[in-house]
């Protein structure tokens, strides 16, 4: 996508693979004029269940990652998309319509949640603790 100066892909990405070729595209409009964003490729069937396989491989990669790479992976995220937070706010306000400072917002409240999880990465490996009203058990 190349829109307002902003550039991204517009494929899948499965893995560490991105599929471009011999896709149906979806178009993605603006909502405020109804204008033409871009077009994005469409997952089929095989791509789904490529994605599932990738997801499982990509799951017994990170249990295998100490709580402290994690927690630094996640700050990572967090200090990304602070970083790109105008980019992500003007794809926010294209795509959905929503006002620039509202998309701001969006984007703080989203990337803290890297943050919080970045904290707990490295407090509660392996730990077993309560919900809050103590109707269930979580790791």
């Known amino acids: ?20 070729q011999g896709r149906a ?14 077009h994005i490729a469409a997952a089929n069937a095989d791509d789904a269940k490529d ?3 990738a997801a499982s491989h990509g799951f017994a ?21 602070q970083e790109r937070k105008e980019t ?3 794809i926010i306000t294209l795509e ?8 701001r917002g969006e984007v703080n409240y989203a990337s ?4 919080w999880f970045a904290d707990q990465a490295v407090q509660m490996h392996d730990a077993l ?8 058990a979580s790791w």
Not at 4 to 16: D, E, Q, V, W
Not at 25 to 38: C, F, G, M, R
Not at 61 to 81: C, D, G, N, Q, V
Not at 112 to 115: D, Q, S, T, V, Y
Request: no cysteine.
């Open 129 to 136: 603790s309560s919900a809050p009203n103590g109707d269930k």
């Open 112 to 115: 803290e949640f890297f943050r």
């Open 25 to 38: 595209d979806i178009p993605v409009y603006n909502p405020a004029d109804e204008s033409l964003l871009t």
């Open 88 to 90: 992500i706010a003007q």
């Open 61 to 81: 990669e990170w249990r295998k990652t100490s709580p402290r790479e994690r927690a630094e992976i996640l700050r990572r995220a967090y200090h990304l998309m």
């Open 96 to 103: 959905e319509g929503k006002t620039l400072n509202e998309a």
């Open 1 to 20: 996508m190349n829109v307002h100066n902003i550039s991204l892909p517009t494929g899948l990405k499965i893995g560490a693979e991105w599929r471009y």
């Open 51 to 53: 994605a599932i396989d």
